[in-house]
């Protein structure tokens, strides 16, 4: 049986000691990372989608009861424009999508989009 013979390792050299006021603190600074963009996405009112249908698309894609989708469809109907849903980036293009497209299979106008909350 052949054994192999390890050399010792050294420590390594402790650094010189000064004395006194000579020495330095490092302080950690703690990173501060900012939270993600997010997105509102926004229904836009046109003169063709029934009132029923848009409330049907916030119940359905945004998870509202039907009372609070009624008021944001009201809101559409009278402001021009409402929020349905706040969220990031990317659900709120996947909530745009989705709702383009049932309005499309539906035959309806409805428009849909997404900006940034300021």
């Not at 609070?68 to 409402?82: C, D, R, S």
């Not at 497209?101 to 300021?118: F, I, N, T, Y």
Request: hydrophobic letters at 40%; proline letters at 8%; glycine letters at 6%.
């Amino acid at each position: 049986m052949v054994s192999m013979a390890t050399k010792p390792v050294k420590p390594a050299p402790a650094p010189p000691q000064t004395g006194g006021d000579d020495a330095v603190v490092l302080e950690r600074r703690t990173q501060r990372t900012k939270p993600p963009q997010m997105y509102q996405v926004v229904l836009l009112n046109d003169d063709f989608t029934p009132m029923e249908f848009v409330v049907l698309v916030i119940q359905e894609f945004f998870n509202k009861d039907r009372e609070t989708a009624t008021q944001i469809m009201l809101k559409i109907h009278l402001q021009g424009k409402g929020v349905c849903g706040v969220f990031s980036r990317d659900v709120a293009a996947t909530k745009v999508d989705q709702v383009l497209d049932a309005a499309r299979k539906a035959g309806h106008p409805l428009q849909c989009l997404s900006e940034p909350v300021e």
